[in-house]
T-cell receptor, first 110, second 115 residues
Framework: TQLLKQSPQFLSIQEGENLTVYCNSS?????LQWYRQEPGEGPVLLVT?????EVKKLKRLTFQFGDARKDSSLHITAAQTGDTGLYLC??????????FGAGTRLTVKP | KAGVTQTPRYLIKTRGQQVTLSCSPI?????VSWYQQTPGQGLQFLFE???????NKGNFPGRFSGRQFSNSRSEMNVSTLELGDSALYLC??????????????FGPGTRLTVT
């Protein structure tokens, strides 16, 4: 059973479109990270959020941490083909357990 | 600064054998975590080492073990391999354990195939 649920599982869009992916848990995170992973490679860290309500921007990517620190979202504006990949969220819980979501596989078509 | 390195990158073993995977963290990083990634289960935490001590352990059988050396390099061992152990094994390093703000960086992984 995934403690962290990511949605959607798959997403296929055209270049230039906007999208949002979600990461939800019934438990509170002490912190949360978003990664992007390409085939045959390890995940690459995009952002770490720690404070409830925190919003971080990384060029066309906007990350939001829920006020209650149980959920997070990643919004991509004007998607590009280079954004294609597996987007993973990972949360550290207060008992020091760390869990990854199953990921959202994004395909951006030219 | 060199990234996290893992060796070997690819490995094929048969059922019942054992395997040792190696991870060298980023220079100066003292914490190493190991993960198993499969299409069905996603990324699952195996264990975390800091200063040669295991700090955290995931829900895996005792066939999975690890250790960390004084230079922070880490190895993980899987004994009596099963077909279900086929996976991408990822190592991640961070300055110190936990990521209440501490970032972890992943290596490229070792792709293990058990036949």
């Amino acid at each position: 059973t995934q403690l962290l649920k990511q949605s959607p599982q798959f997403l296929s869009i055209q270049e230039g479109e906007n999208l949002t992916v979600y990461c939800n848990s019934s438990s509170v995170f002490s912190s949360l990270q978003w990664y992007r992973q390409e085939p045959g490679e390890g995940p690459v860290l995009l952002v770490t959020v720690v404070t409830g309500g925190e919003v971080k921007k990384l060029k066309r990517l906007t990350f939001q941490f829920g006020d209650a620190r149980k959920d997070s979202s990643l919004h991509i504006t004007a998607a590009q083909t280079g954004d294609t990949g597996l987007y993973l969220c990972a949360g550290r819980y207060n008992n020091n357990d760390m869990r990854f979501g199953a990921g959202t596989r994004l395909t951006v078509k030219p | 600064k060199a990234g996290v390195t893992q060796t070997p990158r690819y490995l094929i073993k048969t059922r019942g054998q054992q395997v040792t995977l190696s991870c060298s963290p980023i220079s100066g990083h003292r914490s190493v975590s190991w993960y198993q990634q499969t299409p069905g289960q996603g990324l699952q935490f195996l264990f975390e080492y800091f200063s040669e001590t295991q700090r955290n352990k995931g829900n895996f059988p005792g066939r999975f073990s690890g250790r960390q050396f004084s230079n922070s390099r880490s190895e993980m061992n899987v004994s009596t391999l099963e077909l279900g152990d086929s996976a991408l094994y990822l190592c991640a390093s961070s300055l110190v354990p936990g990521f209440g703000g501490e970032e972890q960086y992943f290596g490229p992984g070792t792709r293990l195939t058990v036949t």
